[in-house]
């Protein structure tokens, strides 16, 4: 273990909480002085991604056992390859993510967008394979290291002075802090039918994976309307993604039937794994947000969010530099629908909407189908001044967890273009896709290009098929068939490694049924 690692976290424990806090709302009031002043305001709307990925052996140099079922095994990533690919630490040693250069909002900078993550991910499969591993986009991981099981990599810590250190975690001060700081779970529990998980440290969240698509507003003042159209079209949205109905089968309970295990497992299992891990009675990080009335509102729930890791900050040149210390708790300000402000500078000043409900996606089209339907529906909905807004939030929250619980087959409530309330499925995404596309269109794309970007969602909503359910279904067949979890996950877990291998760059999961 790095005893410096330790010292570090000790350091900043050592931070007055009170002190911390006061400076971030001392912060949030230059904020708010700058929105006033209109520093964050662009006159044009930015998109951009944050694409998390995890890696396992490419199967290249396995050894087959009797019954050839190994394979795609999760591996630890070196920092040094890490930093050869150009992609960034996430929580666990197995995580890398991507995060794209933000680009207008129109047909070429949706056209940069996909292709800077081709090119990016291209480059980065080619490298990785000759270390013997593979990147792959998924909601969870379900086949845990060579020789080792889920719940000791997951649980795995030492002790050093009174701090404990994730054994599998990434060496950034913070992750660790997390795991000792005053506001965080004792123990970190996850939550889910038929699992049992406790850990001593936030290593389970490192179960799940993501993509973030990214709305920069083009005037700050117009962010809390941007934010609540943002939270009636997560459930939705949420329920073509869903990506994580099992988790690895060591952590679900001895002796269970694993046809139960398949009834009752939720579509998009990170929803509740992010909350349970991170939330306790005192603290409530990670939830669905609250409509916002102001901007500045926006800001003040930042700095009054419960403080996890009140680390030191240094203040530099940077405009951004300015709030400092606000910009780092919003680091563990995390809800499913997140306002940001920053820019290094003056001309780069922003505030944008970071959409967190998505797991990551079979394939890059999905994934940027996703981004440029969230984008879409941003442009028109608020343009066209959608009834939907007027959705009691309640309603709204319903529908985000009924969708992480069940996916497509969920009832979801929505209010159309003229003003009528539906849980017909049909009308509702012909409402909400003919949306996405006029706002495509009005940022600049063709007809034609607009329909290509959503036609993956449609393809879902027509088929009754999500990542979820493929995987549920596979599963299923192989326990109807007698097989143990132990198999059949593993076995629905191959498969999806081995389709993604064909279809990652170029294709759509579509092509996977």
């Known amino acids: 273990m790095d005893s410096d690692l330790a010292a570090q976290v000790r350091d900043v424990l050592d931070v007055d909480v009170s002190e911390f806090r006061a400076q971030a709302q001392a912060d949030a009031e230059v904020v708010k002085s700058e929105l006033r002043d209109g520093t964050f305001d662009n006159h044009r709307s930015i998109?951009?991604?944050?694409?998390?990925?995890?890696?396992?052996?490419?199967?290249?140099?396995?050894?087959?056992?009797?019954?050839?079922?190994?394979?795609?095994?999760?591996?630890?990533?070196?920092?040094?390859?890490?930093?050869?690919?150009?992609?960034?630490?996430?929580?666990?040693?197995?995580?890398?993510e991507m995060t794209t250069s933000p680009q207008p909002l129109n047909a070429d900078g949706l056209r940069a967008q996909a292709a800077g993550v081709r090119s990016h991910l291209s480059s980065a499969l080619q490298t990785t394979r000759i270390e013997g591993m593979r990147l792959v986009s998924d909601g969870i991981w379900t086949i845990p290291p060579s020789g080792e099981t889920a719940r000791g990599y997951l649980t795995d810590s030492v002790e050093d002075g009174g701090v404990r250190i994730a054994t599998n975690m990434t060496d950034a001060v913070r992750y660790h802090a997390m795991a000792n700081g005053p506001n965080t779970p004792t123990p970190f529990t996850v939550d889910a039918p038929h699992?049992?998980?406790?850990?001593?440290?936030?290593?389970?969240?490192?179960?799940?994976?993501?993509?973030?698509?990214?709305?920069?507003?083009?005037?700050?003042?117009?962010?809390?309307?941007?934010?609540?159209?943002?939270l009636r079209v997560?459930?939705?949205?949420?329920?073509?993604?869903?990506?994580?109905?099992?988790?690895?089968?060591?952590?679900?309970?001895?002796?269970?039937?694993?046809?139960?295990?398949?009834?009752?497992?939720?579509?998009?299992?990170?929803?509740?794994?992010?909350?349970?891990?991170?939330?306790?009675?005192?603290?409530?990080?990670?939830?669905?947000?609250?409509?916002?009335?102001?901007?500045?509102?926006?800001?003040?729930?930042?700095?009054?969010?419960?403080?996890?890791?009140?680390?030191?900050?240094?203040?530099?040149?940077?405009?951004?530099?300015?709030?400092?210390?606000?910009?780092?708790?919003?680091?563990?300000?995390?809800?499913?629908?997140?306002?940001?402000?920053?820019?290094?500078?003056?001309?780069?000043?922003?505030?944008?909407?970071?959409?967190?409900?998505?797991?990551?996606?079979?394939?890059?089209?999905?994934?940027?189908?996703?981004?440029?339907?969230?984008?879409?529906?941003?442009?028109?909905?608020?343009?066209?001044?959608?009834?939907?807004?007027?959705?009691?939030?309640?309603?709204?929250?319903?529908?985000?967890?009924?969708?992480?619980?069940?996916?497509?087959?969920?009832?979801?409530?929505?209010?159309?273009?003229?003003?009528?309330?539906?849980?017909?499925?049909?009308?509702?995404?012909?409402?909400?896709?003919?949306?996405?596309v006029d706002g495509l269109r009005s940022a600049g794309c063709t007809e034609a290009d607009a329909e290509s970007y959503v036609a993956p969602l449609k393809a879902r909503v027509e088929s009754g098929v999500t990542p979820a359910g493929w995987k549920r279904n596979r599963v299923r067949a192989r326990v109807e068939d007698g097989e143990s979890l132990e198999t059949a996950i593993p076995a629905m877990q191959r498969a999806y490694v081995d389709k993604q291998t064909e279809t990652l760059l170029d294709g759509t999961f579509t092509e996977w049924w």
């Open 195 to 230: 699992v049992t998980l406790e850990a001593d440290t936030v290593m389970p969240e490192s179960l799940i994976t993501s993509i973030q698509p990214h709305y920069q507003v083009p005037h700050a003042s117009d962010l809390p309307t941007y934010h609540n159209y943002a």
């Open 234 to 436: 997560a459930g939705p949205l949420l329920a073509l993604g869903v990506n994580s109905p099992f988790f690895p089968a060591d952590l679900y309970d001895d002796g269970v039937d694993p046809e139960a295990v398949v009834d009752d497992a939720r579509a998009e299992n990170r929803i509740h794994v992010f909350e349970s891990v991170l939330n306790n009675e005192n603290a409530r990080k990670v939830r669905f947000p609250e409509d916002l009335d102001t901007v500045e509102e926006a800001v003040d729930r930042v700095a009054n969010d419960p403080t996890v890791v009140p680390m030191p900050v240094e203040r530099g040149d940077r405009f951004d530099d300015q709030f400092a210390t606000l910009r780092r708790k919003h680091g563990t300000f995390w809800r499913w629908v997140r306002p940001v402000f920053d820019g290094a500078d003056r001309s780069s000043a922003n505030a944008r909407i970071e959409f967190r409900p998505i797991a990551a996606q079979p394939t890059v089209r999905d994934s940027m189908a996703f981004m440029a339907t969230f984008a879409g529906l941003m442009e028109s909905l608020h343009r066209n001044e959608h009834p939907v807004i007027g959705q009691d939030w309640g309603v709204a929250r319903e529908n985000f967890y009924a969708a992480a619980h069940g996916g497509l087959a969920t009832e979801q409530r929505w209010i159309t273009n003229s003003g009528e309330e539906t849980t017909d499925t049909e009308r509702l995404y012909d409402d909400i896709f003919s949306h996405a």
């Open 47 to 96: 998109i951009g991604l944050e694409y998390e990925f995890y890696a396992v052996a490419d199967g290249r140099w396995r050894q087959e056992s009797e019954g050839g079922e190994t394979g795609a095994e999760l591996v630890r990533v070196p920092r040094r390859l890490l930093e050869l690919i150009r992609f960034e630490k996430e929580l666990g040693l197995h995580n890398a």
